[in-house]
């Protein structure tokens, strides 16, 4: 049950790089403007709020992977803790985003889903 929890946790990780991506690095690309359903004006009038919103799902990503990092070093008290802190700061902020933003619940549920299940399963696996 932990190894599946890892795996959910990891792609959220790698999904919340490629968010971190598009919100810092491309933000203003026709793709990205697509992605999130900006204009060009809009995609730069935001690119300095879209370039350090990326950061915090970089450094959310990051913590998840060392949680899993620590998992693999056998250190699961600071594993988990990690998990649960990177992992559940995801789903709370894509909960934030479907609430505030109920127009667009696709968007959030893809940015909480993985990560949820990547919670809850560690959850179940430590209990």
Known sequence: MTAAALVFAGLAALL?????????????????????????????ATKELAFNQGFYNLFLALVTAGGIAAFGADDNRVGATLVF???????????VLLLSSPDKARAAITQLALPAVGVVLLAIALA
């Open 16 to 44: 919340h790089v490629y968010i971190w991506v598009m919100e810092s690095l491309t933000w203003t690309s026709p793709r990205t403007r697509a992605t999130f359903g900006t204009s060009q004006a809009e995609a730069e």
């Open 85 to 95: 802190t990177g992992a559940g700061s995801m789903v709370a902020a894509g909960l």
